[in-house]
């Protein structure tokens, strides 16, 4: 039996017919028989695929061809069977949601800290490591002592850049999941005059295979079937708890009641004892759908 792989990838590079080529690339994903999401820009691609380690390979060696994503770096990560349920293609106006117009990213961009460097420089003094998720993202898993920002999308963090101004002269240490945001966050911070930026090249992925994971707190939070990876081989911990019961968990479902859908994290004795739900009410609701065991739902077809 083949093994199957998610890979995860961005690149920001100028794409001139960038509409056509999600078109095109759409059509070359449906052949290949592949799953996920990619987003497709004027500023760029930016996706996360699964499927076979043949077809994996096939996908990379097609874009590799390509002469603008010929240097683009792909993370493997082995997985049991499909980490997405269907495929998508888009064409978006940015390839990560920010809203920021005029950012440069090739000359404003922060510093590229290799993991090893990174995990070298992070305990520095006056250096302050800043997370650039969404809260849902930080709650579950972080690194140690990092600056986390209350925000529940990634184009919220010009409205609460003003908590890093007491790190105005510090070295700031930027990361999050894969590197994409922080490509524009360090571009932007540096664009209101922070001078010492720096960015953890390949984010928190990277640096899980790279160092083992020391010090990343929790588990990292990712945008597929899996929900959530382990990190740290090192000196790993938990940090988020049951919302139920208090217990450590970094067990995520969503509300088996269809109208709310939360998604909380859940241990498996109370969401048993829930039959999936995050309230009294919302067990008791009509809507409520049945609990496999997984908390993950089908999306209906529209
Ligand atoms: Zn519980
Ligand atoms: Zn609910």
Same mark, same amino acid.
């Not at 992070?122 to 003094?125: G, I, R, T, V």
């Not at 925000?151 to 919220?156: E, K, L, S, V």
């Given at each position: 039996m083949s093994g199957y792989e998610t890979l995860l990838f961005y690149k920001y590079v100028p794409l001139a017919d960038a509409e056509v080529f999600a078109a095109q690339h759409l059509a070359f994903c449906r052949q290949l028989g592949i799953r996920g999401r990619v987003l497709i820009a004027d500023e760029g691609i930016n996706g996360t695929v699964s499927g076979t380690t043949e077809q994996m390979q096939a996908y990379c060696n097609h874009l590799h061809a390509d002469p603008r994503f010929a240097d683009m770096a792909f993370k493997t990560d082995p997985c049991d069977g499909h980490t997405f349920e269907k495929l998508h293609v888009r064409y978006r106006r940015? /390839? $990560?949601?920010? #809203? $920021?117009? #005029?950012?440069r990213l090739e000359e404003q961009r922060g510093v590229y800290l290799e993991p090893q460097q990174f995990l070298q420089m992070?305990?520095?003094?006056d250096t302050v490591v800043v997370d650039f998720r969404n809260r849902v993202e930080w709650e579950v898993g972080r690194f140690r002592h990092a600056v986390t920002l209350p /925000?529940?999308?990634?184009?919220?963090v010009p409205d609460v850049v003003h908590m890093l101004e007491p790190y105005k002269k510090h070295r700031i240490l930027a990361y999050c999941t894969g590197g994409i945001r922080c490509e524009k966050a360090t571009a932007y911070l540096r664009s209101l005059g922070f001078e010492q930026v720096f960015q953890l090249h390949g984010g928190i992925i990277e640096y899980g295979k790279q160092t083992g994971g020391k010090d990343f707190d929790g588990k990292c939070y990712v945008f597929d079937q899996r929900i959530t990876v382990d990190v740290n081989q090192v000196n790993p911990t938990l940090i988020s708890y049951c919302a139920l019961c208090g217990k450590p968990s970094a067990r995520f479902i969503n509300c088996a009641n269809e109208i709310c859908n939360k998604h909380f994290i859940c241990c498996e004795l109370c969401a048993q004892h829930m039959k999936g739900c995050c309230s009294e009410s919302c067990r008791n609701h009509p809507g409520r759908r049945h609990y496999d065991g997984t908390g993950f739902y089908h999306k209906k077809a529209r």
């Open positions: 940015e /390839i $990560v949601h920010f #809203g $920021v117009d #005029g950012l992070k305990d520095e003094p /925000i529940d999308r990634f184009r919220q």
